[in-house]
């Protein structure tokens, strides 16, 4: 069974990163043919992708966040993470990394939640 | 465009049938997913593919596609199906990903 847990900081102040790692058991992230994503949904809104990491490296982003995002793979610790630059309160939201193959997310994190604030 | 849309919010009486919607021109050529989410969880994929349920989703649930309009349907609702839902689909690359804004369903 495929598990994703999402860690990083609750708090981040405006202006700095934001970085999140997601720890996958059950499967690799250098698997082939899986997508590595990242979601978040701001409070009380729904859901919106931020970006995917293939598992051939390549990634893709939303184009609304694609100057901000970056996600990366590592395959020695099973992990992907995800960094945004310059955070706002506008980036406080429960964020989500999941699995997608082909065209659908099958396996989901339990989400963290992450405040900006100062 | 690469927009999807959904009703914000559809009610059923339990234990009859309910029609989900989702709209978009990218819909005319690829299969929306769909994910119900309850309050306080993640989402969980219910429907992907022409119409295909993951293990453990009810048969319940089924989907379909006319056009730019895929559907979800609950046959035969109950009161755990209360939740929100929502669809995705691809843009025009078929590299990013688009969601809908979701539909909250009620069971009355």
């Known amino acids: 069974q495929v598990q994703l847990q999402e860690s990083g900081p609750g708090l981040v102040k405006p202006s700095q990163t934001l970085s999140l790692t997601c720890s996958v058991s059950g499967d690799s992230v250098g698997s082939a043919y899986h997508y590595w994503s990242w979601i978040r949904q701001h409070p009380g809104k729904g859901l919106e992708w931020i970006g995917y990491i293939y598992y051939d490296g390549s990634t893709y982003y939303n184009p609304s966040l694609k100057s901000r995002a970056t996600i990366s793979g590592d395959t020695s610790k099973n992990q992907f993470s995800l960094k945004l630059r310059s955070a706002t309160v506008a980036d406080t939201a429960i964020y989500y990394c999941?699995?997608?193959?082909?065209?659908?997310?099958?396996?989901w994190g339990q989400g963290t939640p992450v405040t900006v604030s100062s | 465009s690469s927009e999807v849309t959904q009703d914000p919010a559809v009610s059923v009486a339990l234990g009859q049938t309910v029609r989900i919607t989702c709209q978009g021109d990218s819909l005319r050529r690829i299969y929306a997913s769909w994910y119900q989410q309850k309050p306080g969880q993640a989402p969980v994929l219910v429907i992907y593919g022409q119409n295909n349920r993951p293990s453990g989703i009810p048969d319940r649930f089924s989907g379909s596609s006319s056009g730019n309009t895929a559907s979800l349907t609950i046959t035969g609702a109950q009161a755990e199906d209360e939740a929100d839902y929502y669809c995705d689909s691809r843009d025009d690359s078929g590299n990013h990903v688009v969601f809908g804004g979701g539909t909250k369903l009620t069971v009355l």
């Open positions: 999941a699995r997608a193959s082909h065209d659908y997310f099958e396996y």
